[in-house]
């Protein structure tokens, strides 16, 4: 089958938490540079948040950032949606006064909407803290993609879905756990991100190849013609997977390459 496109998940398909993976991510490289692979990127971080792997990749075509709120090619904005930040303004003050911790994908980065003692000891304690002081901040304010986090226990957050749904129905809503959701504009998920940079490539569905580990890479598995989910990954995605890899993380990522596009073999289906 021919591959013209191939786009991975980066957090959990890529990269694991805490784990040092860079003689992977060197022999990904290697393997897209010999073989010239037409290689992107789909996540849900924004583009700052993905611009250090970019480059060590190598990759050089447009990625899809925020779980496809976004297409960005360094320095070029080809695609974007943004939820409506009056809107979205109770959610956001509903979730903080639970002492959820809330972070706010806006302009390429991500920043926190008030440092707690979760955001601190998490990998996003990094970020700066910001949130609109005044009504004049909030009309300026823009919002790409927000993440909401209930740090204590399941359940609560169901009160925060149900508050968005109150307000609006123009948004996508992303559930990773019982504890944490993502929420882009509607219509907004990886797979319709994908599509439309294979729209923008001119590159049928049914030539790309995805990567993926977990459920919010569910819905690229379902518009691309070819998919691999890594060792790692949760079963529902290894269920929906052309392929599934005998090794986790990028390590897994290559196996596949090499399979789908290098003429090599391993892994089992």
């Given at each position: 089958?021919?591959?013209?496109?191939?786009?991975?998940?980066?957090?959990?398909?890529?990269?694991?938490?805490?784990?040092?993976?860079?003689?992977g991510?060197?022999?990904?490289?290697?393997?897209?540079?010999?073989?010239?692979l037409?290689?992107?990127?789909?996540?849900?971080?924004?583009?700052?948040?993905?611009?250090?792997?970019r480059?060590?990749l190598?990759?050089?075509?447009?990625?899809?950032?925020?779980?496809?709120?976004?297409?960005?090619?360094?320095?070029?904005?080809?695609?974007?949606?943004?939820?409506?930040?009056?809107?979205?303004?109770?959610?956001?003050?509903?979730?903080?006064?639970l002492?959820?911790?809330?972070?706010?994908?806006?302009?390429?980065?991500?920043?926190?909407?008030?440092?707690?003692?979760?955001?601190?000891?998490?990998?996003?304690?990094?970020?700066?803290?910001?949130?609109?002081?005044?009504?004049?901040?909030?009309?300026?304010?823009?919002?790409?993609?927000?993440?909401?986090?209930?740090?204590?226990?399941?359940?609560?957050?169901d009160?925060?879905?149900?508050?968005?749904?109150?307000?609006?129905?123009?948004?996508?809503?992303?559930?990773?756990?019982?504890?944490?959701?993502?929420?882009?504009?509607?219509?907004?998920?990886?797979?319709?991100g994908?599509?439309?940079?294979?729209e923008?490539?001119?590159?049928?569905?049914?030539?790309?190849?995805?990567?993926?580990?977990?459920?919010?890479?569910?819905?690229?598995?379902?518009?691309?013609?070819?998919?691999?989910?890594?060792?790692?990954?949760?079963e529902?995605?290894?269920?929906?997977?052309?392929?599934?890899?005998?090794?986790?993380?990028?390590?897994?990522?290559?196996?596949?390459v090499?399979?789908?596009?290098?003429?090599?073999?391993?892994?089992?289906?």
């Amino acid at each position: 089958m021919k591959i013209s496109l191939i786009v991975s998940d980066i957090d959990g398909t890529l990269l694991p938490e805490g784990t040092d993976v860079q003689d992977g991510i060197k022999e990904l490289a290697e393997l897209i540079r010999e073989y010239d692979l037409p290689f992107s990127l789909a996540s849900g971080r924004p583009l700052q948040g993905m611009t250090e792997l970019r480059k060590a990749l190598g990759i050089s075509l447009p990625m899809v950032v925020c779980n496809g709120s976004a297409i960005w090619r360094e320095g070029e904005c080809i695609r974007e949606e943004w939820l409506d930040a009056g809107t979205m303004r109770p959610v956001l003050e509903y979730a903080d006064s639970l002492g959820m911790a809330i972070i706010v994908s806006r302009e390429g980065i991500d920043q926190v909407y008030r440092k707690n003692e979760y955001t601190e000891s998490r990998p996003f304690r990094q970020e700066e803290e910001y949130r609109p002081r005044s009504e004049e901040e909030w009309s300026n304010y823009t919002v790409q993609k927000l993440l909401i986090i209930d740090p204590e226990s399941p359940g609560r957050m169901d009160l925060v879905v149900k508050e968005i749904r109150r307000i609006t129905d123009n948004c996508q809503i992303v559930w990773y756990d019982s504890r944490g959701i993502e929420v882009m504009p509607r219509g907004c998920t990886k797979g319709n991100g994908v599509r439309a940079l294979a729209e923008y490539l001119q590159v049928p569905m049914e030539e790309v190849l995805v990567f993926g580990d977990n459920k919010n890479d569910l819905d690229m598995f379902d518009l691309a013609g070819s998919s691999v989910a890594v060792k790692n990954g949760v079963e529902e995605i290894k269920k929906k997977a052309d392929y599934v890899s005998s090794r986790p993380f990028v390590y897994g990522v290559v196996e596949g390459v090499k399979k789908f596009c290098c003429g090599e073999s391993g892994g089992k289906i």
